[in-house]
Every structure is written in C-alpha cells, then in structure tokens.
C-alpha cells in the first residue's frame, strides 16, 4: 500500500501585499510568506530596511516573474528625521558618528533646505546600502571598514512635505511625507538635508505607503495574513499598473507562443496583454511596429 502523500495544489499567482512590521528583513517576510501561502515560488518587490514598516509587494508563483517591474513605479513614505546627529547607516540602527546642535535652525532655512532636494536631484546612496561595487554590496565593504566610493545617481523626488516640526533641545525632530521615485533612499535625503543645514541628520523611523497603486489601505500584516492569505489575482495587479490590450482568441494563441503583435501607440514600458476571456497572457513592450514579450504566463 502506499504511503506517497497527496501533491499539494499550489496557490493562485498573484500579489500580497504585507505590511511590514519593524526589526524584519524583507527577506524574512519571505520566508515566512512561503509557510503561509504553502510555496517556494515567493518573491518581494523593492527592499524595505528592517526599521521601516509598511508596504511591501510580495509575488507569489507566477508573479514572481512581476516583480521586476513592479519594482520601478513611484513610492510613498512618511519619515521622521532627526537634525543634530548623524550615523553611519544615516539612520536609527548606525553608531553615533558626530553631532551638531540644530537648536538654532529657523523653520525658514528647514523648508529651503527640504525644497532643495525636491524634484529631480543627484544623490549618493547611503555607505550602508544594497549597491553592488565591483560585484560586492557596498554594505558588506562598509561593515568590514572599508571606505566606500559610491557615485552619485540621479532620482526624483515628486514630493517632499514637512508634516510636523518638534525641538528637543539641540536636536529638531521633523515629520514628512515623501513620494519619490524608485531608487531613492530617504536615509540619504536625511543625512543631506542635515549636512546641508549644518547639523547632521539621521533617519529615526520610515513608513512605506505606497508602492504604485498598492497603499496601506490594501496591506495586511503576517497576522491576518496567517489566517487569512489573500492573493491579489496576477491579473488585476497587472491592470491596476500597466496599460491593457485585449487580443482576439487568435492573437491570444500567437502571444501565448512569444509571438508578436503590431504596436497600438499605448506608450513606453510593460503593456498587459489579456485573452478574450479575461485571462492575463503576458507583458509585452512596443518596440517600433511590432511588440517584445517581456514575461509570458500561459503555456
């Protein structure tokens, strides 16, 4: 007789989207999603540090293959900076590394130095990041005191508002909401806002609420997630991000093999391609006349 046990049936493709809680690493969610949805086939979207809280976009089997792109759109933070010291993560979690009393800051000089790093900016990514420098996160070089040379990149900071202003003494605690987009580290907004007013910043506490559409309104935490995992179908995350084409059942058969389709004008960037039935076939991209799968989901 046999002992085999039964394949488990895998869960539906699609998106979670968690609310992180402080002192977990991105991949820690991970892990635990995989127990939770029953799955090897996880994945997230743009790394949260493990102080910040808040929205991350978590793929599940088939939507893994999202995320890369998923990780491109604009986000949404509420951040508290601290003026008057400065680590060497620039944020909450580095050692103390000089301090400066931001007593004197008039709120005046505050808002033109947050007006400053408003719009389209350079800006050099914290010592203590994720960037690769010849083939090792500067991270890792920095925690074993090497001096990391990190160049400057250019990112876009949509919004930067101050929300609250609260003096401690030499220190000046000031609340705001930030939409950037990707690639932008609020630490780094914090250290240079602080250099460039004197004093020295750091980052005391981060909030992610929003990555694209996906906002706190739509976040669970592992709790609720452990008793209830709810999956955002693959196919409503895909058109609630990018433009949609519909196909004809023929076309459907041509893009489910990597065929391509002529260009429609619908823009730059992933394009979802549903059948006549609704179904999510793939993500395409206009090259000229004609389009490039990107990602296919039907076999």
């Not at 050692?95 to 007593?103: G, N």
């Not at 980052?203 to 955002?232: F, H, N």
């Not at 895909?238 to 004008?265: K, M, N, Q």
Request: glycine letters at 10%.
């Amino acid at each position: 007789m046999s002992t085999a046990r039964p394949k488990r049936t895998p869960p539906p493709s699609g998106l979670i989207i968690v609310d992180k809680p402080a002192g977990w690493t991105s991949h820690d969610v991970v892990a635990k999603l995989r127990g939770i949805a029953g799955t090897r086939k996880v994945g997230h979207a743009g790394t949260l540090d493990p102080m910040a809280t808040g929205v991350l976009v978590v793929g599940v089997e088939k939507a893994t293959r999202l995320l890369g792109h998923l990780a491109l759109t604009q986000k949404g933070y509420d951040a508290t900076i601290r003026l008057g010291q400065s680590t060497n993560t620039d944020d909450a979690e580095g050692e103390l590394v000089a301090t400066a009393s931001a007593a004197y800051v008039a709120e005046e000089d505050l808002r033109k130095g947050v007006a400053a790093l408003t719009g389209p900016i350079m800006q050099v990514p914290p010592q203590v990041s994720a960037i690769k420098v010849n083939g090792e996160r500067a991270y890792k070089r920095a925690r074993a005191g090497e001096e990391v040379e990190l160049m400057s990149r250019p990112v876009t900071v949509s919004a930067f508002e101050i929300t609250d202003i609260r003096r401690h003494g030499d220190f000046l605690d000031v609340d705001a909401s930030v939409t950037c987009s990707s690639g932008t580290y609020i630490r780094a907004l914090a250290r240079d806002l602080g250099a460039d007013l004197g004093t020295g910043g750091h980052l005391t506490a981060l909030r992610r609420t929003r990555v694209g559409p996906y906002d706190l309104s739509m976040a669970r935490t592992l709790e609720e997630l452990s008793a209830d995992c709810v999956i955002l179908p693959m196919a409503d995350a895909v058109a609630a991000v990018f433009p949609r084409r519909d196909v004809t059942a023929e076309e459907a058969s041509s893009v489910a093999h990597g065929g391509r389709l002529p260009s429609l004008g619908l823009g730059d960037g992933p394009i979802g391609v549903f059948g006549p039935d609704g179904t999510l076939l793939a993500l395409v991209e206009e090259h000229g006349k004609i389009t490039k799968s990107l990602a296919v989901f039907v076999s």
